[in-house]
């Protein structure tokens, strides 16, 4: 599909209005209690294409998808920056998004008035930057080090408070949680995958708790540090939620995602197919 001159800046402006209205889109979803059902499912967008918002963590791996989509097809998918999946759910019920990006489980009220597609299945784990000088730690010494009790010259990198991906390592390593959720000192936070990532790579020693699928991404640019007596299931599923009737162009890149080609694509990127 060739967009016309018209098309292109409704969809440019588009984009610019979902980027910029991203931090009051989180603010509005940290104030509404999870149990609040969602309003009824407004009307697909009217722009051209798919645009598809939500979690960090899913939009490197829906980029791939969406790049493939469009060279198999001639046909547009847009992956907006990162507004979390809180902000993707908001901005789909407000009618600003073909589909929303999760990487939570939905919600009951959120499965009944949406329709909830597993993506792509994945592992939290502790990744770092290729300086950090070794492969594994126990939950311990994860703990001691974000406390600075333990390899003071490393450069551990916190998630914001309510981070799924932190909430999951955590329960899988309660005795880590303590140096997480209690470290005693300032430490830098991340708000977004994207900059967990940024950060880990640019800073010498730095480490955080970040999906393997992300690590994987990028390739010999980060490394995933194994922690040895973990006992917990650090599983998570990626979703993308739309509309219970899709347009028929969203509904084509459902049928490509859902085929023989969208799952090699995502097992190629170092994820699991659900």
Excluded: C
């Excluded at 991203?22 to 979803?29: C, E, M, S, W």
């Excluded at 939570?104 to 009220?109: E, H, M, V």
């Excluded at 640019?202 to 010999?220: F, N, Q, T, W």
């Amino acid at each position: 599909m060739r967009l016309n001159r018209a098309e292109v800046l409704a969809l440019a402006a588009f984009v610019v209005v979902v980027l910029g209205t991203a931090a009051a889109l989180v603010a509005g979803a940290r104030g509404e209690p999870r149990g609040t059902p969602p309003a009824p499912a407004p009307p697909a967008p009217t722009l051209p294409g798919v645009v598809l918002a939500g979690s960090g963590a899913a939009i490197p791996l829906l980029s791939i998808l969406a790049s493939e989509y469009r060279s198999a097809t001639g046909r547009a998918v847009t992956v907006a920056g990162s507004i979390g999946s809180s902000g993707g759910l908001l901005a789909l019920k407000d009618g600003m998004v073909h589909g929303a990006l999760i990487s939570r489980p939905p919600s009951p009220q959120e499965s009944q008035v949406w329709r909830v597609l597993p993506l792509a299945r994945t592992r939290v784990g502790l990744a770092a930057n290729p300086s950090v000088p070794f492969d594994s730690l126990t939950q311990t010494q994860v703990a001691a080090i974000f406390q600075g009790a333990l390899y003071p010259e490393l450069a551990p990198i916190l998630r914001e408070e309510g981070d799924s991906g932190t909430a999951i390592f955590t329960t899988a390593n309660p005795v880590a949680a303590g140096g997480l959720q209690s470290p005693g000192r300032r430490l830098p936070t991340a708000y977004t995958d994207q900059e967990m990532e940024r950060l880990l790579e640019s800073r010498p020693g730095a480490l955080g708790v970040l999906d393997e699928g992300l690590v994987h991404l990028k390739k010999y640019r980060l490394k995933t540090i194994t922690v040895t007596d973990s006992g917990g299931d650090l599983g998570r599923t990626l979703y993308l939620v739309v509309p219970q009737a899709p347009s028929s162009e969203l509904a084509s890149f459902l049928e490509f995602l859902g085929g023989p080609q969208g799952a090699q694509l995502v097992r190629a990127s170092g994820y699991e197919v659900p």
